[in-house]
């Protein structure tokens, strides 16, 4: 079982930034996929960003060029650095994990993932 905590969200005004992190309970990212996801109130569960365990790598478009996902191995972290950050960014941040590659078709679908955090809020006011 893979346990995952989030931590970082926060307020923040437009413009700002934001790191999220997301520690897992044992080393996995040399062979599971990973993602980003955020929900907002009365939305559906959306994909910001994801990595393959194979090190490819996708983003939304509404944060290409914004987010940016990283790890570190030896923190067993994956980061979600968040700059100019929008009021349309609100929402709870999730991490999530599967075992195996993702594709280009499928890193933006929760279903496809079998491990979920809890969840960290973050709040863009204009």
């Known amino acids: 079982q893979v346990q995952l905590v989030e931590s970082g969200g926060g307020s923040v005004q437009a413009g700002g930034s934001l790191t999220l992190s997301c520690v897992a309970s044992?080393?996995?990212?040399?062979?599971?996929?990973m993602g980003w996801f955020r929900q907002a109130p009365g939305k559906e569960r959306e994909g910001v960003g994801g990595?393959?365990?194979?090190?490819?790598?996708w983003y939304a478009d509404s944060v290409k060029g914004r987010f940016t996902i990283s790890q570190d191995n030896a923190k067993n972290t994956l980061y979600l650095q968040m700059n100019s950050l929008k009021p349309e960014d609100t929402g709870m941040y999730y991490c999530a994990a599967k075992p195996g590659p993702l594709s280009w078709w499928s890193w933006g679908h929760h279903s496809y993932y079998n491990y979920w955090g809890q969840g960290t809020q973050v709040t863009v006011s204009s």
């Open positions: 990595i393959s365990s194979d090190g490819r790598m």
């Open positions: 044992a080393y996995i990212y040399s062979t599971y996929s």
